[in-house]
């Protein structure tokens, strides 16, 4: 696989539909997939036909989290210069969504664990499939979720339901999720309704609406 292939989008009636396209590692974000991600987010931000980014994963899940070789392993081996890089382009596109010019929703439609939260948490907007898995499988290993996953499960949850999701490391499906990350549909409707969602954000000019997001964003600073 190519590194454009590790990333795939097309654009149909102002949607940008971004897919995570690494399936057979059940989309899990490698170096070379952050690096895509932040070229496909300059591509589309400011194009003309483009009203709403939609981000979902290919196949079976949305994100299962880094990819524990690529991600970790190897930039391990490159010493602290080649993980402070590999750390720099993920937390970047991370980021870049939560400022992004555009609305923004995340369509989970299967696995979404650890570093998965990240950029569901950037997203404006969370759809989630019944289907889809929610889990902080950090704990079953004995460590602690990192990369900044526990604030955004601080940020997203109570207290009290992070320290349990964190705790436990039990899974959580998409309809017990719905209320937690945004709403919850039948897989096979998930696209029409993720689709149907960008109709309101649409209707006004994308400078209102970044103006809108940049405000929520700094009440959160």
């Given at each position: 696989?190519?590194?454009?292939?590790?990333?795939?989008?097309?654009?149909?009636?102002?949607?940008?539909?971004?897919?995570?396209?690494?399936?057979?590692?059940?989309?899990?974000?490698?170096?070379?997939?952050?690096?895509?991600?932040?070229?496909?987010?300059?591509?589309?931000?400011?194009?003309?036909?483009?009203?709403?980014?939609?981000?979902?994963?290919?196949?079976?899940?949305?994100?299962?989290?880094?990819?524990?070789?690529?991600?970790?392993?190897?930039?391990?081996?490159?010493?602290?210069?080649?993980?402070?890089?590999?750390?720099?382009?993920?937390?970047?596109?991370?980021?870049?969504?939560?400022?992004?010019?555009?609305?923004?929703?995340?369509?989970?439609?299967?696995?979404?664990?650890?570093?998965?939260?990240?950029?569901?948490?950037?997203?404006?907007?969370?759809?989630?499939?019944?289907?889809?898995?929610?889990?902080?499988?950090?704990?079953?290993?004995?460590i602690?979720?990192?990369?900044?996953?526990?604030?955004v499960?601080?940020?997203?949850?109570?207290?009290?339901?992070?320290?349990?999701?964190?705790?436990?490391?039990?899974?959580?499906?998409?309809?017990?999720?719905?209320?937690?990350?945004?709403t919850?549909?039948?897989?096979?409707?998930?696209?029409?309704?993720?689709?149907?969602?960008?109709?309101?954000?649409?209707?006004?000019?994308?400078?209102?609406?970044?103006?809108?997001?940049?405000?929520?964003s700094?009440?959160?600073?």
């Amino acid at each position: 696989m190519i590194d454009e292939d590790v990333v795939a989008f097309q654009v149909e009636d102002r949607i940008a539909w971004v897919r995570f396209n690494r399936p057979e590692k059940r989309n899990c974000m490698s170096p070379t997939l952050n690096r895509r991600m932040m070229e496909v987010l300059d591509e589309l931000e400011f194009r003309d036909d483009v009203g709403v980014l939609v981000l979902r994963g290919e196949g079976a899940a949305w994100s299962a989290g880094m990819d524990l070789k690529e991600y970790f392993r190897e930039t391990e081996a490159e010493g602290l210069r080649g993980v402070r890089k590999s750390q720099r382009e993920s937390y970047g596109w991370f980021r870049r969504l939560r400022w992004y010019q555009k609305p923004t929703i995340a369509m989970v439609n299967g696995w979404c664990f650890g570093g998965g939260y990240a950029p569901l948490f950037g997203c404006d907007l969370a759809i989630c499939a019944d289907e889809a898995k929610f889990a902080l499988s950090e704990i079953n290993w004995g460590i602690l979720p990192g990369g900044g996953v526990t604030k955004v499960v601080v940020e997203l949850l109570s207290m009290r339901d992070a320290m349990y999701h964190a705790l436990t490391g039990e899974l959580i499906d998409g309809k017990r999720a719905g209320g937690e990350s945004g709403t919850k549909w039948p897989f096979p409707r998930l696209a029409r309704a993720s689709g149907k969602r960008h109709e309101v954000p649409v209707q006004f000019s994308p400078p209102h609406f970044a103006d809108l997001g940049t405000a929520l964003s700094r009440e959160d600073q």
